[in-house]
Every structure is written in structure tokens, then in C-alpha cells.
T-cell receptor, first 114, second 113 residues
Framework: DTGVSQNPRHKITKRGQNVTFRCDPISEHNRLYWYRQTLGQGPEFLTYFQNEAQLEKSRLLSDRFSAERPKGSFSTLEIQRTEQGDSAMYLC????????????FGPGTRLLVL | AQSVTQPDIHITVSEGASLELRCNYS??????LFWYVQSPGQGLQLLLK??????LVQGIKGFEAEFKRSQSSFNLRKPSVHWSDAAEYFC???????????FGAGTRLFVKA
């Protein structure tokens, strides 16, 4: 078990471009979460999946954002027509539904939109 | 509304001194409470968690936290700080109805020699 992994670790893009991030959760974990963290703030919830079903989305997740978890394993977060305000750290976490609900975080993908 | 408040944006402590980081929460039911640590440019590492039972919980790296329901607090403590503890610390409450966790804004810890 290598923990939650995220790729890429860093992404620089120009405004208006599309970007896609990948998250690989801990193998037996059936819940997967996406958070966004801006400088000086704590992570803010974006969305979460249980297996392949996306069960909740924050109002922060505008229609330019889309997340998928097609086979209930890895997940992708795509941002279309990026804006400078999208610059942030995007964190993925996973957990196992088994009474407790401890989320284990990946190292994050830092996005800079120029 | 559910929320987490960390009153101290940053704290400076001498190496070897004791540490207490404050956390207050607002939640409609018995919360699940967490403390995470984040080193620069890194993801979050779980230090400890409280779900139920003993209100004093032990975590990794010598940290402990005490849940006080009457004060809606979950303060993090360490008896002797090491230089490697310098990082940002986040208190969190969850899971909420949609299983999302709400984080405080964080407290940055500086350790001076």
C-alpha cells in the first residue's frame, strides 16, 4: 500500500486551457474525495464518490469542473477554460466505509493559471 | 452552520517548549474531529482523530488532543516541540451529511532554536 497518489504534482497552464488531474486512492478504499486549497486556507470540499457514483458536489464546483471515477478506482478532475482564480492546490483523499470515516490525503496537484 | 475556527493564524514556540493549538467547532451533533499536519507543498497527514469514548486522544509524533464538549473545543497539545514540527496544522470536523469534512483555516507553527 503506497497511499493516495496524485498526478501531476504541478501544472502550469494558460488561461482558457483545459487541464486534467488524476487521483489513485488507497486500493481498498471505496470513497474518494476532491478538495481545493488556496493559499492560507484550509481545504474546501469539492465533491466525493462512493465507488463510481458521484454522490455530492459543492457549489464551488462550477460547470467548468467535472470529476469522474469510471471504474470505482482512480478518479479524474477536469477543469475546462481555466481562469486565474482556479489557481490552487487540488487535493484528493480516500476512505473506507467501515464505521469510521478517516480520510487519507494525497500530496496534491498544484495548479497555476497564467 | 457547521464550522471550525482556529483562532491563531500563526504561533512561534521555542524548541523544547510545550505547544497548544486551539480549535473550536460548531456542529449540530456529536462530531468526528481530526487534526492534520501539512508541510510546505505537501498533502495532509493525519495526526489524530476523535470519534467517541475517551476524550483525550493520542496521536502520532507525540501529539495529543482533548475533546471538551462543553467548550466545543478540540485543542492539540505536545509537551516538547521539535524543530521538525514546524508546519501548518489543520483542525477538521466531519463527516457531515454528505461525508465532507470541514477544515479550519489552519495555524502555522514556527519553531525557534
Amino acid at each position: 500500500d503506497t497511499g493516495v497518489s496524485q498526478n501531476p504534482r504541478h501544472k502550469i497552464t494558460k488561461r482558457g486551457q483545459n487541464v486534467t488531474f488524476r487521483c489513485d486512492p488507497i486500493s481498498e478504499h471505496n470513497r474518494l474525495y476532491w478538495y481545493r486549497q488556496t493559499l492560507g486556507q484550509g481545504p474546501e470540499f469539492l465533491t466525493y464518490f462512493q465507488n463510481e457514483a458521484q454522490l455530492e458536489k459543492s457549489r464551488l464546483l462550477s460547470d467548468r469542473f467535472s470529476a469522474e471515477r469510471p471504474k470505482g478506482s482512480f478518479s479524474t478532475l477536469e477543469i475546462q477554460r481555466t481562469e486565474q482564480g482556479d489557481s490552487a492546490m487540488y487535493l484528493c483523499a480516500s476512505s473506507l466505509v467501515r464505521g469510521e470515516e478517516t480520510q487519507y490525503f494525497g500530496p496534491g496537484t498544484r495548479l497555476l493559471v497564467l | 452552520a457547521q464550522s471550525v475556527t482556529q483562532p491563531d493564524i500563526h504561533i512561534t514556540v521555542s524548541e523544547g517548549a510545550s505547544l497548544e493549538l486551539r480549535c473550536n467547532y460548531s456542529y449540530g451533533a456529536t462530531p468526528y474531529l481530526f487534526w492534520y499536519v501539512q508541510s510546505p507543498g505537501q498533502g495532509l497527514q493525519l495526526l489524530l482523530k476523535y470519534f467517541s469514548g475517551d476524550t483525550l486522544v493520542q496521536g502520532i509524533k507525540g501529539f495529543e488532543a482533548e475533546f471538551k464538549r462543553s467548550q466545543s473545543s478540540f485543542n492539540l497539545r505536545k509537551p516538547s516541540v521539535h524543530w521538525s514540527d514546524a508546519a501548518e496544522y489543520f483542525c477538521a470536523v466531519g463527516p457531515l451529511g454528505g461525508f465532507k469534512t470541514i477544515f479550519g483555516a489552519g495555524t502555522r507553527l514556527f519553531v525557534k532554536a
